[in-house]
Every structure is written in C-alpha cells, then in structure tokens.
C-alpha cells in the first residue's frame, strides 16, 4: 500500500466522460493512506500543454478522446515529458493497444471495466517508482555524458576487436576523424608503430587493461601524436565484453621537452665553445704576434709559401672560434612589434633568387589578419631564412615543393616550412641544432644552432619532423 506521505500526489485524468472520471477519482480516493489532488481535463488540445507543462505527478489517459485518440495524444506527449507516468485507459482490454501504448512509452495499461482501488494503488506506486528511477537513470546519463563529450582528454568505447563504438568530442579534435569515420577505424590503424600494436594486444589480453602506456597515433592528416593511453575491458551482464578506453594527447608536452633538451644541450655545448676558445685563443695569439713579427722579413720562395700557410690557417681559426662563439652564446635582441607575416614575407624575398634558379613551386598560407609579435626583425628574419635555404638546398630542381604557412595554435602561432625534399634520417633530427653537425658537403652546422639561439630569444618552440624521400617539416610556435 502506499505509504502516508506529507508530498501531495497530483493527478490529472484525461477523459472526454465525466461519469467515467468520477469512479476513476473515486476508486483512488478509496486508496488508504493516500495524499492525492485529483483533476479532471476533457480536451487533448488542453491536455498536451499541461503535460507539457508537467503540471502533475501522474496522467491517466483514456484512450478515446472525441477526435483522436489517447495514442495520438501519448505520441505527442511523451516527447515533451518523459518524467511523469503516463497510463493509459481503455473500455476493454486489446493486446495490439496494451503493446502499442508501452512501445510507445506510457508507464501502463488499464482497462476501465477491471479498475479497483488495488490494481490503482499498484499501478501508481509502481508506475512513480519506475518514474522516479527512470529520470535517476537519465539524470546519471546525462552527468556522465556530459563529463563523455566535455572532457579535453578523448574517451571511447570501442568492441574486443578495438573496433569503435562511440568516441567523444575531444577524440575527434585531437586526432582529426569524425565520429562516423570512427566507427569504420581500429584503434591499431591508428598506432604508428607496430610494436605498440603487440603491446595493446598483449596486456589486454594478460591482465584486460593497458594502463598509462606511452604510444604514437597518426592523426587523420599524416602528423604523428604523442599520447598517453589507457584502457580496460568491461564485461557485461550478458557475457559480451567492451574496451573503454582514454588517450591524453602529450605531443605539446613532448615538444616542450625537446626544446627544453635542445636548450640545454646548446647551453652545455656554448659553455664548452668558449672554453675551448680561451684556450685555443692564448697560443693562437702568441702565433699571431709572431706571425705580425715576421712581416717584411726577407724569405725564400719556400719560407714564404710556409709563412703564408701560417697566416692563412691562423686566420681561418680565429674566424671559426668567432663563428663558434655567435652561435653558442645567448643572441641579443633588439624587441619591437612587427607583423609575423612581413618578417616571413622578407626571408622569402631574401630566399627567391634560389627559389627560382631551382625551378620550385612556392605556395604560401597566411592568416587573414595581421599576427603582430615582439621580435628583432633582422635576427628573425635570418632565422627564417637559415630553415628555407635548408629546404630549398634538400629539394630536387624542378621537382621541388616549398610551403610556408601561418595558423593559429591555442596557445601560439605556428609557422610551418614544410619541403619534400630528401628527408633527414630519424637519427640525425635529435642532433640536427648542435654545432658543426652537418650533412652537407662543405656546410660547417652553424646555421640551425645560430637559429636556435635566435628562435629562444623569441621565447619560440621549434619542432622538426621528417620523412626520407618524402621530406621535412619545421614547425616554429611564437606564444600568444
């Protein structure tokens, strides 16, 4: 029975005959310990809007209404409430209409001819305990939904073949799919390398869960991403399994990282630069001053030929520890405010007699405003140039794609010179800002480490990623 409740029960009865809603009142009234306000509505039209308005606890529908039907009026109701019990009530009982009322969503069906006040107070204690579920249930739905698509990390559910079911919105901005697309990917398409692949399908299978694995996953576009993956395998009721599972994008913190190591491998190869060229400089000058002694004295052809080998190689090593020490030392800059897209467009122009003796198709991608950051315009412009020379150099005449592009990051503005020229080995990119490493034949590797020290004066990220034969990329990020 119900319980004595001081919460006031208010019902609406939804029937176009008087007589009938007066035993239906009547049969609830005679509920014992019942605390109910009993209303009578007789049109549909009148009906909806107080549904609508989820004016009651409970709707008793009768399934004639002059022109329609209480199914017609369940089928325009139960959109606009989906929390209060909607039962409907028919003159004699048909299968076809019990069937077709709780398909359509009423909470139950009652035959007028069979009501008493016991089969009422079950069908409205049931029908507010199912209500009172069913709206804790989507309440709980819409909390975790709600943390589901919100959550700046992606999640997704996917079946034991890590075919996905359903991702969230981060998992489409972070690896660039739309959720349809998903549903045609495996998570091991994503994985860039194969032996991450192993190790996914290893510990899901041994202990059903991959917990805090580091992982790379190629984005929609070709780039690769640094992740954070997690996942185990739930089991339901019924015996069939799922994979749920989140990935926590860490490509910036990684390139952060690596800027970082850069930093400080340049920081530790400056100081050991101007040890050295202290220590190279005293003898050196000695040599100097010995050489500057021995000016107009009077030599054989041979002496002479020694004596020039002497000046010559003594100046060529002043010029390198000189060279050594610009591209180790802290770069002063000179900080106004300059519009990123003329400094760019400068180091092209500076670039464009190499550009067009090499016959290489140029296709440059600004923003359509203004970018406007502090930077020494000269030394940035150089830094700019240094990286275009070096695509320009890695391509093949005719054959050559140059791209430089300018978009907006969240936290930075990233510039991309991007080539398809030879690539650079995978073991080379971890070295590539160190002094005097070079790959080119009478290059002496002091350009990228001079853009380095530039690019940090800036507060500027570099990042590289390239492919052999298939070519490079520089990405420099400028904070907002």
């Not at 440059?364 to 940035?380: N, T």
Request: glycine fraction near 6%.
């Amino acid at each position: 029975m119900i319980l004595a409740s001081p919460e006031l029960i208010k019902i609406l009865i939804i029937d176009d005959d008087e007589d009938d809603f007066v035993i239906t009142k009547s049969l609830i009234n005679d509920i014992p310990n019942g605390n109910f306000s009993i209303d009578w509505c007789s049109k549909h039209s009148e009906a909806l809007q107080k549904i609508c308005n989820m004016d009651y606890h409970i709707y008793f529908i009768d399934y004639f209404l002059g022109g329609i039907t209480g199914m017609d009026l369940l089928g325009r109701a139960i959109p606009c409430n989906r929390n209060s019990p909607l039962i409907l009530l028919t003159g004699k009982g048909n299968r076809d209409i019990a069937l077709q009322a709780l398909e359509a969503g009423a909470s139950d069906y009652l035959v007028k001819s069979e009501l008493t006040t016991g089969k009422l107070e079950r069908c409205i204690r049931y029908s507010l305990e199912k209500a009172g579920t069913l709206k804790q249930l989507r309440d709980n739905e819409q909390k975790f939904r709600t943390i589901f698509e919100q959550t700046r990390d992606a999640i997704f559910i996917a079946n034991e073949e890590m075919q996905f079911i359903d991702v969230n919105s981060a998992m489409e901005r972070i690896l660039g799919y739309s959720s349809e697309e998903f549903k045609s990917i495996l998570l091991y398409d994503l994985l860039a390398e194969d032996s991450d692949i192993e190790k996914v399908k290893s510990r899901l299978k041994a202990k059903g869960e991959v917990s805090d694995m580091e992982c790379d996953l190629q984005h929609q576009n070709g780039e690769i991403l640094y992740c954070m993956f997690s996942a185990n395998v739930v089991s339901r009721p019924d015996g069939t399994k799922y994979v749920q599972g989140a990935l926590h994008d860490i490509t910036r913190l990684k390139k952060a990282e690596r800027s970082l190591l850069m930093s400080e491998k340049l920081a530790a190869t400056g100081r050991l630069a101007r040890t050295l060229a202290h220590e190279i400089r005293n003898p050196l000058t000695n040599i100097n001053l010995s050489v500057d002694h021995l000016k107009g004295m009077e030599f054989t052809d041979l002496q002479q030929h020694y004596f020039d080998i002497i000046s010559r190689n003594s100046k060529r090593i002043n010029d390198i520890l000189t060279e050594l020490l610009a591209s180790s030392k802290p770069a002063h800059a000179d900080m106004e405010d300059h519009i990123l897209q003329d400094l760019i467009d400068k180091s092209i122009h500076a670039a464009m007699d190499r550009i067009m003796l090499k016959h290489i198709k140029l296709q440059v991608r600004y923003l359509d405003k203004p970018i406007y950051i502090r930077a020494d315009a000269g030394k940035l412009s150089m830094a700019f140039l240094n990286i275009i020379i070096n695509a320009v150099e890695a391509m093949e005449e005719s054959k050559g794609k140059l791209m430089i592009s300018l978009s907006d990051g969240q936290d930075f503005w990233e510039v991309k010179i991007t080539d398809n020229g030879v690539g650079i080995p995978e073991e080379n990119i971890p070295r590539l800002f160190e002094p005097y490493f070079t790959a080119k034949r009478n290059g002496m590797g002091l350009g990228l480490p001079a853009t380095l020290n530039i690019l940090q004066a800036h507060r500027a990220q570099i990042d590289v990623t390239s492919v052999e034969q298939v070519g490079t990329t520089f990405t420099i990020m400028f904070p907002k």
